[in-house]
């Protein structure tokens, strides 16, 4: 008789086949704009017949990103974006039939990759104020919990902890003995990164990707921190040359090019601000939290009807979210330079009268 896993065979996934091409992108927390043009052209102008036709080599970049993190090359797993780190630390890190604690809302594949695995996802909710109650969400961790998933920022939240939140999920990990995985994939839009718990205590891994305001979601490239015996458990689940050399081409080039990531975080972070200063002017009501996103609630028009008639006549895209505290139905929108946020606003404008 064949076989077939049937977790997988029943496990409900989105594959978005459709061209994003020639539209501006506010709906999936990529940098609409992305790197400037000319950085492009002198980074590619690196590239030979032999780096393409070469596997790509990891020792270089990671020594690079090493130094510029400051942590040794054995606390860096490169993965092909963040997701792939957070896939196999929950491989590596629950046990089938076992408990994930996470938060609801939250990033989506952690559930996808539980019930891949055979794992059960368990939640602590928002409140009805869109606030997570810490306590709570701490009493939730027990013996019968093998991994815990914090996304700091989160997404699509936006709120984060504090150190002290922090030093009491640790040690209620410690207590219980449950991994605990900090998602960090919007760190830079908040800068108050988690890694030293990931260095100093076993048990404990940290996820980055270079997605986000490093503009490379095309390019695939993440890494998982960790203490030595934590990463090489999780190099061990990685596919040969599981990373991409462009990837790591472009952050290298990033990380050495002078100025350039503030620059970017800047820009990034300067559009925010004028988006929320300028529809709040307008009379729109924003929730902005951390992150690069933001909820807007539509004044005139549905939600759903604005983000359809923004990708049928304005060739932008956004989302819809529903029923968020106090607001209900908004509009979900990714955040990038301000002359790019200066289009969305007049688009809005157009559309929500």
Do not use: W
């Amino acid at each position: 008789m064949y076989y077939i896993n049937e977790e997988i065979k029943d496990l409900y996934r989105i594959f978005d086949q459709n061209s994003r091409d020639g539209y501006i992108r506010m709906d999936l927390n990529e940098n609409p704009v992305g790197l400037p043009q000319e950085f492009i052209d002198e980074v590619l102008s690196e590239v030979t017949p032999e780096f393409v036709a070469k596997y790509p080599e990891q020792l270089e970049f990671t020594t690079k990103l090493a130094k510029f993190i400051g942590v040794e090359v054995e606390n860096i797993c490169l993965v092909n974006g963040s997701a792939e780190g957070i896939r196999y630390i929950i491989q590596a890190y629950s046990r089938p039939g076992g408990k994930v604690l996470s938060v609801t809302p939250s990033y989506a594949m952690y559930d996808v990759y539980c019930e891949m695995y055979g794992r059960k996802s368990v939640h602590v909710d928002y409140d009805e104020n869109l606030k997570m109650d810490v306590d709570k969400f701490i009493d939730a961790i027990n013996d019968d919990i093998d991994l815990v998933i914090v996304l700091n920022p989160n997404n699509p939240v936006g709120d984060v902890y504090s150190y002290e939140e922090m030093d009491r999920i640790v040690e209620a990990c410690k207590k219980h003995e449950c991994t605990l995985l900090i998602d960090e994939a919007y760190f830079y839009f908040y800068p108050n990164s988690f890694i030293k718990y990931a260095m100093e205590n076993d048990h404990v891994l940290l996820t980055r990707t270079f997605s986000k305001v490093f503009s490379l979601a095309g390019a695939r490239l993440g890494y998982v921190v960790g203490r030595a015996p934590e990463i090489e458990l999780v190099q061990k689940l990685c596919t040969p040359h599981n990373v991409n050399a462009f990837g790591m081409l472009f952050a290298e080039a990033i990380i050495e090019k002078e100025g350039m990531l503030d620059k970017l975080v800047e820009k990034q972070l300067n559009g925010k601000q004028h988006l929320i200063d300028t529809l709040e002017q307008k009379g729109y009501t924003v929730n902005a939290d951390e992150g690069n996103f933001i909820f807007i609630k539509p004044k005139n028009r549905d939600a759903s009807e604005i983000v359809d008639l923004m990708k049928k006549d304005k060739k932008i895209l956004i989302k819809v979210y529903r029923e968020v505290p106090n607001l209900g139905d908004c509009l979900r929108v990714s955040i990038g330079e301000a002359e790019v946020m200066d289009i969305f606003i007049e688009a809005l404008e157009d559309i929500d009268k």
